[in-house]
């Protein structure tokens, strides 16, 4: 499978200052990511919240400038790139935000919302709308809605509006940063299914973003699982819920209300504690205050990925050792 | 707390250091060659330019700024145009009166505002609440010089009961003399803060009210009077804090008051020298006003500071 | 996993709601509920288009006036609010000079909202330094008292109308530019931005089309609330003799013209502050209730 974008050794840390302007620490939110997204595939990435999800879609998009690494879409460093090419580029990958109620303005009817982003782009007023009309039509809404604002609309309505606003710069790359987690259960299936169709209309490269394990496995080809900012393993999708190495990861699943007997359930004990503060993480690995396998060593030393299975790597000293030894 | 009325001082300083380039810049406004007002009419280039010279108009704004503010530090704020005496002189003596007729209007609208603010918060559906939130309704439309007219029409020329002008009268300088004449002045300068301070009363107040221990305290049968005597001690740090802040206006609605009395203080000084064209005297006003203005808000903090110990430390 | 759901296009969230009524229409059905404010919205308007329309309304012109008519009581024949020192009728002149004393307590405001709004959307907006060079300078201008900057703004100037508006502009910078600010920080923290953002939209046509578009309700409401202020800081200010010259009929400067004549007919003296007043109340009875019908309570 062809790569679209490949995601090299990623970092943000947010300088927090004290009140005369000086650093006086950091929040590392996002360490040393990397991943590569196959042309027209889903990469599902998962976490707690607080676990840098967001921070990382928004580095991709540079909505937030990051501190080192490479973004290449189709071999080019975004990250390198302003002005005009930046604009380019951007236009191919877009974004469905997390909150519907945030996400379209309150003040603009919901063709125009859509119709922004063409004229953004410089085209003219009635061409953008009767894209726009289109684009609403993709997406299930009908002409009776365009002319309304979002303020009488339902939360799965206007994510339905949030995603023809995205496709309509037809990117390649869409990534959905919790795009379903204020919906309904009910309605989270229907959006969920309709990001399903448009991947396959529009050819879409897709990077899930969610908590929700559910939604994840039911979207991806392959999924990142990452905890207070750093990658902990990442595979494809039947290895990671069906063979899971490491032990958040197997935390995590045996946390989750599951829907799924089957999978449930692969010995390990659920989440206990709570999430580190951001501020000033865990020496060595970053799990281990809440790892129950964790030793002396986890504190000196930051685990790698290592390879456990084809195509799936994991962040784990212990693993490492087992592997060695 | 001396730490804190420190970090206050240390802060008050870029902002009298903004005030001052403010009212520095009011003069350069000033349309026209201030040269023009000095030399005579067919002056020479040279004869102007060595004005100019002289009055340090030939160096950089800035320059002109550090001289001024330099000056201003040590007290002198320029010579009055007409009176050819320092303005310092004359604005000493008009500052003392605008204090004393601030003060005033300060109490009084303090008091009204306690009682009636008080009352209303008790009995919010009263007649007299109700009628009390119209008038501090109506009140903050109200244009105190206009107001000061209207008491001058019904208790000075109508009824004769009170004088309608100056400080004291001819030769005598009792201070039952002063109260009278102080009487109507205040009333005007307090009547622009009052409906203000009311509402602000009588929202904490009903605020109180509202708590637990309000209940626990009547539940316990404790009387009302001692009820009250809680409420307040609650309430007044806020309370004070609030109305404190409203000095400010009564100050800055004391001048235009002041020319309606002929009442001798920096507003009455600033509104002769306007009708005189007389701008040092208009410049070195405001500016005595304004710094009056923020040590005001400072004193205001202070007590504040005082009376809560959470504002200290925040 | 289990989902099993509805194809795409769902058509359960396509059903319609009925037509809503129109924002302007809820705006007035709200407000109309306060008769105060319908009864002092009443008031302003008849104030208004009486001044703009003395021409045609009033009974006399501005300026005339014979010594033998002069200071007439209040009720008398012909001169309903009584006439001042050189005979002039006051009704008249009152309603000649309404024209520039609503001119100067709305224009000021209007500027300000353009300036300070402008202003204290760029503050809001970037943010940082931005932010701290305008809105440390903007708090000096605050901490001097309102009236007293306008004085001496106005003084430094010079007399005349056009340097009140000016001044009264100076004065209400601030308080819109904060407002400004507070509602542009707000919605710079919305999802829609950093939306536009991805699109490629620059930060000049992101503030046009969506900042602008959602904090004008609030800079409206407060903006209408100064007004009435405003109107007294100019009327104050011409009160002073900073504003028109004589004859030139004016609210502020006929107070100040007519309180010499306070012992002679102390009634006549206030009529001029009376409609100040009104004006000043409706217009704060009117935009509290506005501000409570957009829902947008300070």
Redesign the interface.
């Known amino acids: 499978m062809e790569t679209i974008l490949e995601v090299k050794n990623l970092g943000k840390t947010f300088p927090i200052r004290n009140f005369i302007g000086r650093t006086k620490g950091g929040v590392s939110a996002v360490d040393r990511v990397s991943f590569s997204l196959g042309a027209q595939g889903t990469l599902g990435i998962v976490g707690e919240s607080g676990c840098g999800k967001s921070t990382l879609a928004r580095l991709l998009m540079r909505l937030i400038e990051p501190d080192t690494g490479e973004v290449n879409y189709r071999d080019r460093n975004i990250l390198s790139l302003s002005g005009g090419p930046l604009k380019e580029v951007r236009r191919q990958i877009q974004m469905v935000f997390q909150n519907p109620y945030s996400s379209l303005d309150p003040q603009m009817t919901v063709l125009d919302n859509v119709a922004f982003s063409l004229w953004a782009n410089g085209s003219g007023k009635a061409e953008a709308r009767q894209a726009a009309y289109e684009y609403l039509d993709a997406v299930g809404l009908s002409r009776t809605h365009a002319d309304r604002m979002p303020g009488s609309l339902s939360g799965g309505q206007r994510q339905r509006v949030a995603i023809a606003r995205a496709l309509i710069l037809k990117p390649e790359i869409v990534i959905a940063d919790e795009a379903v987690s204020a919906l309904d259960k009910s309605v989270q299936a229907q959006v969920l299914n309709l990001f399903q169709d448009l991947k396959k209309e529009f050819a879409l490269s897709l990077i899930f973003i969610s908590h929700d394990l559910h939604v994840v496995e039911y979207m991806s080809d392959e999924v990142m699982v990452m905890y207070l900012g750093r990658v902990v393993e990442k595979g494809p999708t039947e290895r990671i819920f069906g063979n899971p190495a490491h032990p958040y990861t197997r935390a995590l699943l045996a946390s989750a209300p599951s829907l799924d007997v089957e999978h449930a359930g692969s010995g390990a004990p659920a989440l206990a504690g709570e999430l580190p503060s951001p501020l000033n993480p865990p020496s060595g690995c970053r799990f281990r205050t809440r790892c129950p396998l964790a030793t002396e060593r986890c504190a000196r030393e930051t685990p790698a990925l290592t390879e456990v299975g084809p195509g799936h790597q994991a962040a784990c000293l212990l693993i490492e050792e087992s592997k060695s030894a | 707390m001396a730490s804190f009325v420190l970090k206050r001082l240390a802060l008050m300083i870029p902002t009298l250091l903004g005030v001052s380039i403010i009212v520095f810049l009011m003069l350069k406004i000033v349309p026209g060659d201030p040269v023009n007002s000095i030399v005579p009419p067919d002056a020479s280039e040279a004869e102007r330019a060595a004005v100019r010279a002289q009055l340090g108009l030939d160096k950089p704004m800035i320059a002109q700024y550090g001289i001024w503010l330099g000056r201003v530090v040590q007290g002198n704020l320029g010579d009055s145009v007409t009176r050819r005496l320092p303005v310092t002189e004359m604005l000493l003596p008009a500052l003392k009166n605008t204090v004393i007729l601030t003060a005033a209007a300060a109490v009084t609208a303090f008091i009204i505002a306690l009682v009636v603010g008080v009352y209303s918060a008790y009995y919010p559906n009263s007649r007299i609440a109700a009628l009390f939130n119209g008038l501090s309704l109506a009140s903050i439309g109200l244009p105190n010089f206009w107001a000061a007219l209207i008491l001058i029409g019904i208790f000075s020329v109508t009824l004769g009961w009170l004088p309608s002008s100056g400080m004291n009268t001819a030769g005598s300088s009792g201070t039952g003399d002063l109260i009278k004449h102080l009487v109507l002045p205040t009333a005007a300068t307090a009547l622009s803060s009052v409906g203000i301070m009311t509402r602000m009363v009588r929202s904490t107040v009903s605020g109180i009210l509202k708590q637990d221990f309000i209940f626990a305290l009547q539940a316990k049968g404790v009387r009302r009077w001692t009820i009250l005597r809680h409420v307040l001690r609650n309430g007044m740090p806020t309370i004070l804090n609030v109305t404190g802040l409203q000095f400010g206006a009564l100050l800055a609605s004391s001048v235009l008051v002041e020319t309606v009395f002929s009442w001798p203080g920096i507003g009455q000084v600033i509104y002769q020298a306007i009708g005189q064209r007389d701008f040092p005297v208009v410049q070195a006003g405001v500016l005595v006003i304004a710094i009056a203005f923020v040590l005001l808000n400072l004193i205001v903090d202070a007590v504040h500071a005082a009376m809560d110990p959470r504002v200290r430390h925040a | ?14 059903a ?2 009925g037509r ?1 009524p129109s924002r302007a229409a809820q705006i007035w059905k709200s407000f109309s509920r306060r008769k105060v404010a319908l009864a002092a919205l009443v008031v302003l308007l008849l104030i208004v288009l009486a001044c703009l329309l003395a021409p045609w309304v009033a009974p006399y012109g501005p300026n005339d006036g014979a010594v033998t008519d002069r200071l007439k009581e209040v009720g008398s024949a012909g001169h309903v609010l009584g006439t001042d020192e050189q005979g002039r009728d006051i009704l008249s002149r009152i309603l000649y000079g309404g024209r520039l004393s609503l001119l100067s307590g709305v224009l000021p405001v209007l500027l300000a909202s353009v300036i300070g709004g402008g202003l204290g959307v760029a503050a809001g907006y970037f943010g940082g330094w931005t932010n701290t060079i305008i809105m ?2 903007l ?3 605050f ?7 306008a ?3 106005s ?4 007399p005349g109308i056009s340097n009140i508006i000016i001044s009264a502009t100076v004065v209400f910078i601030p308080p819109i530019a904060r407002i400004a600010e507070s509602a542009a920080k707000e919605v710079r923290k ?3 931005i ?9 930060a000049g ?1 992101i503030v046009r ?2 900042v602008l ?2 904090i004008f309700g609030k800079i409206f409401v407060f903006s209408t609330s100064q007004i ?1 202020v405003c109107l ?1 800081v100019a ?2 200010l011409s ?4 504003g028109v010259s004589p004859p030139t009929p004016e609210w502020g400067f006929m ?1 100040n013209n007519l ?1 010499q004549l ?2 002679v007919n ?2 006549v ?2 009529v001029p ?1 009376i409609f ?2 009104l004006t ?2 409706s ?3 009117v935009s509290d209730a506005l501000s409570d019908a957009l829902e947008l309570k300070r």
Not at chain 3, 143 to 149: K, V
Request: aromatic share 6%; glycine share 12%; charged share 10%.
């Open positions: 996993m289990a989902i099993n759901a509805p194809t795409a296009g769902g058509t359960a969230a396509l319609t709601a809503e440390r300078a708090d000096i201008v901490s001097f008292p309102a009236i007293l900057l004085i001496g703004i003084a430094a100037l010079g919305e999802e829609f950093e939306a536009a953002k991805t699109s490629g939209a620059g046509l089309s969506h578009r959602n009435g007294m009327s104050g009160f002073l003799g900073l107070l309180k306070i012992f102390p009634v003296t206030i502050g100040i007043f000043s109340l217009l704060n009875l």
